[in-house]
């Protein structure tokens, strides 16, 4: 008895549990260091999840008892949602999986700030510094947990992926209601003991959240849910110097600053800025410049069959594929490699050129095609692959849109115009698989499309692909 | 004075703690971008502790505690489910021994 009285002493001692706090941590800096690296990142990944695993534990050592049953509630319910829905989780779901359990993280520190204001009769004898970082985290978690589940509805298009505006007024709105939840916390921090107060800025951070992520479409959105995460790490941060945690202060600031750089790479690749981006995406005229110069060249596409595809490729002697979020939908990535075989079976090189942000997130492809077994030196990234395209016979474009649109590059009125593409239209010929004439995510016309060089094979990737492969085995 | 010093500690722990941040993201391949940003985000989960430390605080009513289960609740989906989606990932990036062989070890990105 008198034993388990005395580990339990020594298991709660403020220090022990700093301790443990500082192994969590160290363990964060090292899984994160593992995962940038693709061999080590599987193990990088579990470091960390070990890290997780004994910061909570010793917290909940250190657990008030009288409260084991709402933790245990919490812990269950928690577990319940989030494993069936990690592993089942399709690969091509994968970008707005992410926007979930990224929105979710925001909504536990805004309701844990809440509850710290309402516990301390709305921050009466609190330090006015721990105030404020409570009220930071407050704000910019319930950005991140709106702007998230709108990221969320729109990739897993529950609400439309184009934009939605507000017009020319859309920054003013956003403007105000950024000051009008920034003016509530410092009343609060000032001395206002009022929870409608609270309660407003709450609100008006999370009407922020949604006028933010709404008017986002295109390849914006990944660098949007990257940005939402490093807000929910600083948010995380702030609650951590709110509550005096070590553990909560560097994992959640790793993450803010990691999230950070992680979201000025993405834009850098796709010559975008950060503010441009949050200010209102491509806006809403994106789309109707794209209608108008689609009608310049209505009428000039060229369809072709899966035999004819099948020669053209039979006959070439360098094949880049080209992925896009169409063949992700389509979970083609198996009869893409079985494609490849095929073709290397009759002397065809064959590589894949991925845009950093071809699909909806970065590196989205290379998950798709590595699950299909196809082998890591084939994947070419977008600058070792364009010099490449001028001696490609041809280039499949398997359901991929705007990162090959010219525009990009020849049409200074294009809101796409400056983002580095795959340039496709190089190559000697182009075959595109595409299930219409559809504009993409972005909402722009291709005019890749519309160049003599390029055959449209219209349908779903995955049929598509496979048809292909049956044909080849015909010639 | 107590307070001050906890909070400049605090502080200088954020500062360095940003830091590394910094300098361990600074080169990881497009490749790995995905699954980083699932990893980073499972890092984040760890708002869970703030959610069992406040539970644990007295003087909670009982609209806090539906608060704080709904607190601990998310913040356990953000750690498991993003830790669990990272590591299926990564799987993927680790079953491809067949074809590229020896080569696999060089695929380091530059």
Excluded at chain 1, 20 to 33: K, S
Excluded at chain 1, 120 to 136: C, V
Excluded at chain 1, 209 to 236: K, Y
Excluded at chain 1, 435 to 462: C, H, Q, V
């Amino acid at each position: 008895m008198s034993a388990t009285v005395l580990a339990s002493t020594f298991l709660q001692d403020p220090s022990f549990l700093d301790i443990l706090y500082i192994v969590a941590f160290g363990l964060f800096i090292q899984g994160l260091r593992g995962l940038s690296g693709p061999t080590t990142a599987v193990r990088g990944n579990r470091i960390a999840a070990v890290g997780m695993a004994i910061a909570v534990i010793a917290t909940l050592l250190n657990a008030n008892e009288g409260n084991w049953a709402l933790i245990v509630i919490g812990v269950v319910l928690g577990t319940a949602v989030g494993v069936p829905a990690a592993r089942q989780v399709k690969m091509t779901a994968m970008p707005q999986m992410v926007a979930l359990f990224n929105g979710v993280g925001g909504g536990a520190v805004f309701l844990i700030s809440w509850s710290e204001f309402r516990l301390s009769d709305g921050f009466t004898a609190t330090p006015t510094y721990i105030a404020i970082f409570s009220l930071f985290a407050a704000i910019v978690g319930s950005v991140s947990f709106w702007g998230s589940n709108i990221a969320f509805g729109k990739l897993q298009e529950i609400i439309p992926g184009r934009p939605i505006t507000l017009g020319s007024s859309q920054q003013i709105v956003n403007l105000l209601l950024l000051l009008v939840a920034v003016a509530c916390g410092v009343a609060i921090a000032s001395g206002e003991h009022s929870e409608a107060l609270f309660i407003l800025m709450l609100v008006s951070a999370a009407l922020l959240g949604n006028a933010v992520v709404f008017p986002i479409g295109g390849a914006d959105m990944p660098v949007v849910i990257s940005l939402l995460n490093a807000f929910t790490g600083l948010s995380a941060a702030a609650t951590g110097i709110a509550l005096n945690n070590p553990a909560l202060i560097v994992a959640g600031m790793i993450v803010g600053a990691s999230g950070t750089i992680l979201t000025n790479l993405m834009a850098t690749a796709m010559n975008r800025s950060i503010p441009a981006i949050v200010a209102g995406g491509f806006g809403g005229g994106g789309a109707v410049e794209g209608a108008s110069g689609a009608g310049e060249h209505a009428g000039t596409v060229r369809s072709t069959s899966a035999a004819d595809a099948a020669i053209q490729l039979a006959y070439a002697n360098r094949v880049v594929i080209v992925p896009g979020y169409g063949m992700a939908v389509a979970q083609a990535q198996h009869a893409v490699r079985e494609l490849t075989k095929e073709l290397e079976k009759r002397q065809v090189e064959v590589s894949y050129a991925i845009h950093p942000v071809a699909g909806r997130m970065p590196g989205h492809m290379n998950v798709l095609l590595a699950e299909a077994d196809v082998p890591y030196d084939q994947l070419k990234e977008m600058d070792d692959a364009n010099p490449e395209f001028s001696r490609t016979d041809v280039s499949l474009v398997i359901g991929a849109n705007d990162v090959t649109n010219p525009a990009a590059k020849n049409t200074p009125s294009s809101p796409i115009y400056g983002m580095p593409i795959l340039e496709v239209a190089d190559s000697h010929s182009v075959i595109v698989i595409k299930r219409s004439m559809n504009p993409g995510f972005a909402g722009i016309e291709n005019e890749l499309y519309y160049d003599p060089k390029t055959t449209m094979l219209f349908g779903d990737a995955k049929s598509a692909v496979s048809e292909i492969t049956a044909e080849l085995a015909h010639i | 004075m107590i307070l001050a010093s906890t909070l400049t500690t605090n502080l200088a722990i954020l500062v360095l703690a940003g830091f590394i941040g910094f300098v361990v993201i600074s080169k990881v391949p497009n490749t790995l971008h995905t699954p980083l940003m699932s990893g980073t985000n499972a890092i984040h989960g760890i708002v869970l502790l703030g959610g069992l430390l406040v539970v644990g605080l007295s003087g909670n009513g009982t609209f806090n505690k539906i608060i704080l289960v709904i607190a601990i609740t998310f913040g356990t989906i953000n750690v498991v489910g993003g830790f669990l989606v990272t590591d299926r990932m990564l799987e993927m990036f680790k079953s491809k021994p067949k074809s590229a062989g020896e080569k696999d070890k060089q695929g380091k990105g530059s």
